[in-house]
């Protein structure tokens, strides 16, 4: 949680100097190109490393199997976007792509590396490693691309900052983490890997064009400008769901994979994890969307206002995103990859129904069609999990109730006080003092179980440092 909350709260100041400096229009050129990459990168990224971690028993013969495995298809695939990049070019009518493309490109040969060493320290759940590689990979990064900004480097300072951040944290993962590759190779070792890879491969990947899909849309049909609007709005709600789901999805997979065998345990870690995790997640989004109106102008400049309603918009499909995060780790866990490949199947045609249709109306109306496209993918998410581990949809909305309805008040509340007539800066301090206040008072009101779990651990780790003492 501390990784990504330190990685996440650089992110953001890195992405607020960067906004002020570089216009929409190039933060859309690097969004078209991330599409790209993201896609051939999960290629790369997933099913390898996921295999490693869900494998009961995994040894030095299957992480450098997989290692060299990774490494030739990084290989393969960067010959294959680089000879496509004037292809994707001639669709967006911009030359500027093509080297671009070809230039981030480089960062397949750095996933190959990164996503062997992140399987490791992930089932050997020793999380501090990735603490310093993310926070000095994201510090590092942002100095970057700030100083190519300030230097008139444009879109390439974006591209420095996406290259300079796993770059950085493969070399610190390199120094910190005992693993390395070692001379051996088996295409046993591989064929078992890619027997329950390929699956979650192809299920991320699905995944990933999809999701991003409505940005090739977005800056195909109407400009890059438009699409950095959109963009923007998509990436301040991602800082905040990114702290508590990515946290969640590093820990937990590996954590109840250890439960395979005992499905009532793994239930009640699910659970837990549902709770206390929306419980920290849900306050923020309302927050943000009702702050958004003040925020947005006051960080980015008032170039970027009309990226706030986006950002009120994907706050509300934010809120779907660590339940269909943490059932999606349940079915891996459970060794059904077969089953997550599957709900790609009935997700994604509705999804691509959704952006053909929605995207003939404008840019806002795609967001809102993407935002309640999320629920019903949150439901398919989670059907499958009443037969795995007895855990249904409905249990779940039950579990995330109490925080539901304390944020939405939070929320209401922290968007009424927006309405007084003062500067930005004041009325925006007001409504982040007030809608904190406003929580925990409701929390402790309603004996939160959540709220009182955070401070019982609290507690215990205080009392633990003072008895070390």
């Known amino acids: 949680m501390l990784e990504r909350i330190c990685a996440q709260a650089v992110t953001f100041i890195v992405t607020v100097v960067l906004a002020r400096l570089l216009m929409p229009e190039e933060f859309g050129l690097i969004a078209i190109v991330n599409v790209f990459v993201a896609v051939v990168d999960i290629l790369i990224t997933s099913g390898f490393s996921i295999a490693l971690i869900q494998k009961k028993e995994a040894d030095e013969l299957d992480f450098s199997t997989a290692f060299y495995a990774s490494l030739v298809l990084a290989t393969l695939l960067y010959a294959a976007v680089f000879f496509a990049a004037p292809l994707i070019t001639g669709l967006y009518k911009n030359e500027l792509l093509t080297p671009v493309i070809r230039v981030t490109g480089i960062k397949f040969f750095i996933s190959s590396v990164n996503c062997v060493q992140q ?11 990735f603490f310093f590689a993310t926070f000095f990979g994201t510090f590092v990064s942002g100095i970057v691309g700030i100083a190519l900004a300030f230097k008139g480097a444009g879109v390439w300072a974006l591209v420095a900052q996406l290259l300079t951040n796993p770059f950085i944290d493969t070399i610190i993962l390199f120094i910190t983490v005992s693993w390395r590759p070692r001379l051996c190779f088996s295409f046993d070792r591989l064929k078992a890997l890619f ?20 940005n090739l849309v977005v800056g195909a049909r109407y400009s890059p400008t438009k699409l950095g609007y959109y963009n923007q709005g998509e990436r301040l709600p991602g800082l905040v769901t990114g702290s508590i789901t990515s946290t969640l999805e590093s820990v937990l997979f590996p954590a109840i994979s250890k439960y395979q065998d005992d499905r009532e345990k793994m239930k009640a870690s699910v659970r837990r994890s549902v709770s206390l995790g929306n419980y920290l997640l849900m306050p923020m989004l309302f927050g943000l969307a009702a702050v958004a109106p003040r925020l947005v102008p006051l960080l980015f400049g008032q170039k970027w206002e009309l990226s706030i309603p986006y950002v009120q918009i994907f706050c509300i499909q934010g809120i779907t995103l660590l339940l269909s995060s943490i059932n999606l780790q ?24 959704v952006v053909i249709l929605a995207a003939r109306v404008s840019p806002l109306f795609l967001a809102l069609c993407v935002a309640l496209y999320a629920y019903f993918a949150l439901f398919v ?23 539901f309805f ?59 440092q003072q008895t070390e003492r």
């Open 119 to 129: 399987a490791y320290v992930s089932r050997q759940m020793i999380f501090r490693k």
């Open 195 to 214: 027997n329950y890879g390929w699956k979650i491969m192809c299920s991320y990947l699905a995944g990933t064009f999809f999701n991003r899909l409505s």
């Open 330 to 353: 349940i079915i891996k866990a459970c060794g059904r990859s077969d089953i997550l490949l599957g709900i790609e199947f009935i997700k994604k045609p509705v999804l691509l129904a």
């Open 381 to 403: 998410d989670a059907f499958p999990n009443r037969r795995l581990i007895n855990y249904s949809f409905w249990q779940q909305l039950w579990d995330v109730k109490a925080s």
């Open 406 to 464: 304390m944020s939405a008040i939070m929320g209401a509340a922290v968007w009424a006080l927006g309405k007084i007539n003062m500067p930005d800066i004041f009325v925006l301090l007001m409504q982040i003092f007030a809608g904190i206040l406003f929580y925990l008072i409701l929390s402790f009101l309603f004996k939160n179980k959540d709220f009182y779990y955070i401070i019982n651990l609290l507690k215990e780790k205080f009392t633990k």
